[in-house]
Nanobody, 124 residues
Framework: QVQLVESGGGLVQAGGSLRLSCAAS????????MGWFRQAPGKEREFVTA????????YYADYVKGRFTISRDNAKNTVYLQMNSLKPEDTAVYYC?????????????????WGQGTQVTVSS
C-alpha cells in the first residue's frame, strides 16, 4: 500500500503560480511512476503529467506543457507540481497518483493509489 497526501492548493489569480506537493508513505516510493491528474466540476478526471521512477522521464498533457513542471525527490518520498502562468481553466481538484510498476502511463486506469486531492482555483 502507498498512502498519498497532497498539499499546496489554493486560490490564485490568472497568471500566478502554485506549487503542489504529494507526500508518499507506505510501500517503497522510488519504484513508482507518479502522476498528477485533475478533475474540474462536471468533467471527467484527466491526465496532467507523470514522472518516471528515476525522474529522468516526464510526460505532459498538451494543455499544460510549457507551464507546469513535475519533479520528485525520492529521498523525501515527495513529488511536486510547479504550476506557472495559471489560467482559469486550470481550476480543478488536483490528484496525485502512484503506479505500482515502473512503466509510465497517462491513463488514470493504470494508477493504483490516489490521494484525496487538493483544490486549485484560478480567478480571472
Amino acid at each position: 500500500q502507498v498512502q498519498l497526501v497532497e498539499s499546496g492548493g489554493g486560490l490564485v489569480q490568472a497568471g500566478g503560480s502554485l506549487r503542489l506537493s504529494c507526500a508518499a508513505s507506505g510501500r517503497t516510493f522510488s519504484g513508482n511512476t507518479m502522476g498528477w491528474f485533475r478533475q474540474a466540476p462536471g468533467k471527467e478526471r484527466e491526465f496532467v503529467t507523470a514522472i518516471s521512477w528515476s525522474g529522468g522521464s516526464t510526460y505532459y498533457a498538451d494543455y499544460v506543457k510549457g507551464r507546469f513542471t513535475i519533479s520528485r525527490d525520492n529521498a523525501k518520498n515527495t513529488v511536486y507540481l510547479q504550476m506557472n502562468s495559471l489560467k482559469p481553466e486550470d481550476t480543478a481538484v488536483y490528484y496525485c497518483a502512484a503506479r505500482s510498476i515502473v512503466l509510465p502511463s497517462t491513463s488514470l486506469r493504470d494508477y493504483d493509489y490516489w490521494g484525496q486531492g487538493t483544490q486549485v482555483t484560478v480567478s480571472s
